[in-house]
């Protein structure tokens, strides 16, 4: 199958040391790639390449088979969406507004949004639980409740791509489960390819279907999640001792050995 | 503090009463008490006093005319550079720009280009090409270690404020002949102004701010940030460079009506946000129609308030610009200082 983004010899830095060194990657579409490793190794920075906020001194990018600078700015936005690991919540437009920001790449200068839109917002805020919040100023929030407003603009882009950049880090259990949920659901019924790093890796094995380790700006391992998080490939990650659990229904868990 | 969530056309509707009331005060008030019957006469062009006629449509029509479109002009670059630079303090004056206009503007009057249509033209290019290279000197000055720092830019539009100032009054002392004309312009003031200047400036003011409230949804994603507004397709870069030309043009403009105005561009755009809100869709529009008003009443104040003579307009607006100002920087949080 075709695979839906290819990264190829993909170097990155922001001033002399390589952020990103060499990367080499290919999702196939309607897969859930968790992306695991230690601070600073580079996730937020590769998905800020694959939707062009950064770019790369070296190597390619394909989105659907197209070179990602052929793009308009609009165009790459119906086809890639991100939610940022940090964001300026200090700004009191409501949530509603907030979340009709997603319909952007739809509008044009004159086209601004129509009955079309809010029912889009409407549906995409339900779903991420935020509708009730429709009113409000963004700047009320709590982290978690900001953090579903931001996948609800996401999700209001309608892309094919969605980019997470650690989507459950500040949520509850209720809402980490729900989140993830909600992203298996929509790759089962959209067909959407969600990139997203995760820090809990007991949560990326549940969830994901491919698995990114990351470390030094190198991809190290790249495969089914269940075959690279991997007993030692978590010790060796992270340089730690790992506790392996097992439960009745033979799952794994992972716990750093105290 | 509760905002007022009113349709945003009933609002602007109450604005242009509230501005219409202000002007026909202002058109009455001045060294001639004017009845209001004898404006609306006058207006009319029905009045058989000719001397009143001339007063009220040659000298205090236009002034009125002159404030309210620069005070437009004023609060609107004010209220996109706030947003440009998500920085509650930004404004034509602290980021250089009136400055480098007034610096351009002042050149032109030195060399002698000043006269007919065109003289007002080529001037008025000239304070737009400086108002531009002072804001994007601010702005390269104000990175600190590469990142773009509030407190960095704050501290360099100052500096580099006062350092254009200065050239100014350098231009004066080298050229006497000059002075009188040129130091009351700085002064910033509607003072004979004519309707020569004033049919020049309108047309374009008006089509900059209707340009700028097109631009309300970009100005609402850049407020969260860049990053977040490239993430939903919006062209950032072309998005702060044509909002830099045209709010250069809009201060250029009114730097040459009036000379430099302090402080328009920051009370007017943070009193709207505290009454209407933060939404851009109608702060735009909103804050140009506060501006109008705001600048009409400082200038009719300016040329009421002493019996013999006036102030000038921008020693108003300081007044209540210095004060109010101190107060924002006081209330902001500290992470949005830097
Ligand atoms: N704007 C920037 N300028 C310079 N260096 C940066 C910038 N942003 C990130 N870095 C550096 O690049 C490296 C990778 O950062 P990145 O944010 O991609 O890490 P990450 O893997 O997402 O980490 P985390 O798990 O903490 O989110 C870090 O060493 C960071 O210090
Ligand atoms: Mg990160």
Known sequence: MNPIITLKDLSFSYEKDWILDDINLSVPKGAFVAVIGPNGCGKSTLLKTICRMLLPQKGSIQIKGKDINQYGHRELAREVAIVHQHANANFGL???????????PYQTTWKWENKEDSKIAKECMIYCGVWEFRRRSMSELSGGEFQRLMIAKALAQQTEIVLMDEPVASLDLKYQIEILRLC?????????????????????????????????????????????????????LYDIK???VVDAEENIYYFPAI | MKKITGKTGY??????????????????????????????????????????????????????????????ALATSGTSMQALFRNPMADPFILGTSSGAALGIAV??????????????????????????????????????????????????IVVSSFLLSIISLLYVFNHDKIASIYLWTMGGFNGVSWDKIQLITLPIIIGVIFLSLKAREFNAITLGEDYAAGIGMNVEGFKKTTMIVTAML?????????IIGFVGIIVPHLMRMIFGVDHKRMILLSAMGGGIFLLVCDTLSRVILQSGEIPVGIVTSLFGAPFFLLILRRTKPENML
Request: hydrophobic share 50%; charged share 15%; proline share 1%.
């Open chain 1, 94 to 104: 409501t949530c509603e507004e907030m979340v009709m920001m997603g319909r952007y």
């Open chain 1, 184 to 236: 298996k659901k929509l790759i089962n019924e959209k067909g959407i390819t969600i990139i997203a790093p995760i820090h809990d890796i007991n949560l990326a094995i549940q969830f994901s279907d491919l698995t990114i380790i990351m470390n030094k700006g190198k991809i190290v391992e790249y495969g089914e999640t269940r075959e690279t998080i991997s007993h030692t490939n978590i010790e060796n």
């Open chain 1, 242 to 244: 790992v506790k392996q």
């Open chain 2, 11 to 72: 609002i602007m509707l109450a604005l242009f009463v509230l501005w219409l009331l202000c002007a026909m005060v202002s058109l009455t008030m001045g060294a001639a008490q004017v009845t209001v019957k004898e404006v609306v006469s006058a207006l009319m062009g029905q009045s058989s006093d000719s001397s009143l006629s001339t007063i009220i449509m040659d000298v205090r029509l236009p002034r009125i005319v002159g404030a309210t479109v620069v005070g437009m």
């Open chain 2, 108 to 157: 032109g009057m030195v060399l002698g280009i000043y006269s007919g249509m065109l003289g007002f033209g080529l001037i008025s290019i000239m304070g737009f090409i400086f108002a531009i290279a002072a804001t994007m000197l601010v702005m390269s000055l104000g990175r600190i270690s590469g990142r773009m720092s509030n407190t960095g830019i704050l501290l360099s539009g």
């Open chain 2, 251 to 259: 201060v250029a403009f009114s730097v040459f009506v009036s000379g």
